[in-house]
């Protein structure tokens, strides 16, 4: 059984709030020692430094404010979030970036608090993990004017095309691929682009519960997407590279390890 780490967990969801135990042993079960609580709200940021504290040395956390939640960014979000990331289990400033996907919030509340999120993540020296859907014109444009003050970036849930892989990786940043390489459908374009990433650039998530591997089996009946499922990513990216299950978990969670200061 292969090591892992899941770079991209949301913990803090009710849906894997109901069964935590549950979820962290599966996990261990799977060989996923280690994971990386996803903060998407400056609640959730908080909840998430609860929860690393209740598994210390299997859990550390982000620490920011989603596009979708862009329109909570007030007056006082920075110096939140920079209260919140003091603590020494937080490990990266995010998820944050632009989604215009569904817009929950106004692309120009998104843009103000990525902007701000730039720069917390340059002051305080701090990896950064980004979003982008449907943005990623004005995405790049963003980054590319922090990227010289910027440390680690990872895009999280890599599902973009050709171009945007090579601006990213142009940018020198990481990749996080998900189970939507599963996807019969839409996973089509990804599943050729992954062995264009260079294997130091690789990071793999689940970003549970969300985005249950499609090709899973069996399902299970909840459909609720968990970090037990990574090595069934790991699989899938492996044959996709031509690459050997072993060589991939192995770069992958020192990736991993180097990405989060572990
Ligand atoms: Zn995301």
């Known amino acids: 059984m292969n090591e892992l780490f899941d770079i991209g967990v949301n913990l803090t969801n009710k849906s894997l709030m109901r069964d935590l135990e549950g979820i962290m042993q599966r996990a261990l079960d799977a060989g996923v020692t280690g994971m990386a609580v996803t903060g998407t709200s400056i609640e959730s940021s908080q909840q998430a430094i609860e929860l690393c504290r209740s598994y210390p040395g299997r859990l550390v956390s982000t620490c920011g404010v989603h596009p979708h939640h862009a329109s909570e960014w007030d007056a006082d979000s920075a110096a939140q979030i920079e209260a919140l990331a003091a603590d020494e289990r937080v490990r990266a400033i995010g998820e944050t970036g632009l989604d215009f996907n569904r817009n929950y919030s106004p692309p120009a509340a998104q843009e103000f608090a990525f902007e701000s999120q730039l720069e917390l993540a340059a002051s305080l020296e701090m990896p950064l993990f980004c979003h982008q859907r449907d943005a990623h014109r004005r995405f790049v444009e963003m980054l590319t004017a922090f990227r010289h003050c910027l440390g680690p970036i990872v895009v999280h849930c890599f599902t973009d095309n050709r171009e945007a892989l090579t601006d990213y990786l142009d940018l020198d940043c990481h ?9 019969e459908r839409r996973g089509l374009e990804l599943q050729q682009l992954v062995a264009e990433i260079p294997g130091e650039r690789l990071l793999l998530e689940t970003d549970a519960p969300y985005l249950l591997p499609r090709d899973l089996e069996p399902k299970p009946s909840s459909r609720v997407n968990e970090p037990a499922f990574l090595p069934h990513i790991l699989a899938r990216v492996a044959h996709h590279r031509q ?16 990405f989060f200061g572990l």
Do not use: K, P, Y
Request: proline content about 0%.
């Open 243 to 258: 690459q050997s299950v072993d060589e991939l978990a192995a770069s992958c969670l020192e990736n991993s390890r180097r």
């Open 175 to 183: 990749i996080g691929i998900t189970g939507w390489i599963c996807d």
